[in-house]
T-cell receptor, first 113, second 114 residues
Framework: NAGVTQTPKFQVLKTGQSMTLQCAQDMNHNSMYWYRQDPGMGLRLIYYSASEGTTDKGEVPNGYNVSRLNKREFSLRLESAAPSQTSVYFC????????????FGPGTRLTVT | KQEVTQIPAALSVPEGENLVLNCSFTDSAIYNLQWFRQDPGKGLTSLLLIQSSQREQTSGRLNASLDKSSGRSTLYIAASQPGDSATYLCAGRGSGAGSYQLTFGKGTKLSVIP
């Protein structure tokens, strides 16, 4: 099992460009999450998907959109990147949102210039 | 809103020493707490998940405790090894509305000196 995979590993964007971060899990989990990690801020939840076909905002959703493509895949889109979105992005999954252990992917390091 | 604090931010110990990492949280109605390890430039690896109904959870040389009344969790690492060097994060999950959300501490960076 690969667990949670993310692509790309690194990305540099110019301000105003758009991109989509991809995430896939092979653990048959129902719930998936997107976090960002910034120095001195800890990890913060951007969006989550409790189950296929549903998505909800987390703590810092502004500037992002998500799509739960199917049970395995959950993508994060930046429509018009800003320097404030320079961060490391992590995808995670769990059996459900009801207090189960979350498993994380290796992350995408994004720089917006 | 749950707040999670980890002190100290960094810790250095000689190899072989037993050590304790601390995690404090503000909301005693915590549902569970998860400990993670993060190596530089890598993702988070789940170490232990401890439910609010449990007082302790063990995996190998690791032992996590949870005391809701004092708002504290500890991660005990026995016989530390250089390979234990990493940043350790704790994350609490509340009960009720918003229980989907993990609130993370900023981590303790552990260095085990050979």
């Amino acid at each position: 099992n690969a667990g949670v995979t993310q692509t790309p590993k690194f990305q540099v964007l110019k301000t105003g460009q758009s991109m989509t971060l991809q995430c896939a899990q092979d653990m048959n989990h129902n719930s998936m999450y997107w976090y960002r990690q910034d120095p001195g801020m800890g990890l913060r939840l951007i969006y989550y998907s409790a189950s296929e076909g549903t998505t909800d905002k987390g703590e810092v959703p502004n500037g992002y959109n998500v799509s739960r493509l199917n049970k395995r895949e959950f993508s994060l889109r930046l429509e018009s990147a800003a320097p404030s979105q320079t961060s490391v992005y992590f995808c995670a999954s769990s059996i459900s949102v009801d207090g189960y252990e979350q498993y994380f992917g290796p992350g995408t390091r994004l720089t917006v210039t | 809103k749950q707040e999670v604090t980890q002190i100290p931010a960094a810790l250095s110990v000689p190899e072989g020493e037993n050590l304790v990492l601390n995690c404090s949280f503000t909301d005693s109605a915590i549902y569970n707490l998860q400990w993670f390890r993060q190596d530089p430039g890598k993702g988070l690896t789940s170490l232990l998940l401890i439910q609010s109904s449990q007082r302790e959870q063990t995996s190998g040389r690791l032992n996590a405790s949870l005391d809701k009344s004092s708002g504290r969790s500890t991660l005990y690492i026995a016989a530390s090894q250089p390979g234990d060097s990493a940043t350790y994060l704790c994350a609490g999950r509340g009960s009720g509305a918003g229980s989907y959300q993990l609130t993370f501490g900023k981590g303790t960076k552990l260095s085990v000196i050979p």
